[in-house]
């Protein structure tokens, strides 16, 4: 595991790394790191928007559930009744 760097340390890799990049680069950087940022955020919002809604549907008995409730019943069912004739 690597020891942290110390704060001169940490001086002197900063002025190499800003000798290399012209002047403002940072800035620039920056920014469109931020940007990216922004439209990542609303990229996952308009894929939340888009994302389909749960069908709400009613039962006979006049219950309102959603689609993963319903076929999970007719799972139960369909199971019951498989057991019931393998037992006759």
Same mark, same amino acid.
Request: proline share 3%; charged share 50%.
């Given at each position: ?30 920014? /469109? #790191?931020? =940007?990216?940022?922004?439209? $990542?955020? %609303? *990229?996952?919002?308009?894929?939340? &928007? ?20 319903? /076929? #999970?019943? =007719?799972?139960?069912?369909? $199971?019951? %009744? *498989?057991?019931?004739?393998?037992? &006759?």
């Amino acid at each position: 595991m690597s020891r942290p760097t110390s704060g001169s340390r940490m001086a002197k890799i900063q002025c190499r790394d800003e000798d290399r990049w012209p002047r403002g680069a940072h800035e620039l950087a920056a920014t /469109l #790191q931020e =940007k990216r940022g922004q439209t $990542r955020s %609303e *990229e996952k919002e308009a894929k939340q &928007e888009n994302r389909p809604k749960r069908k709400e549907e009613k039962t006979q008995d006049g219950r309102e559930t959603s689609t993963f409730t319903i /076929l #999970q019943r =007719k799972n139960k069912k369909r $199971r019951e %009744e *498989e057991r019931k004739s393998t037992r &006759e």
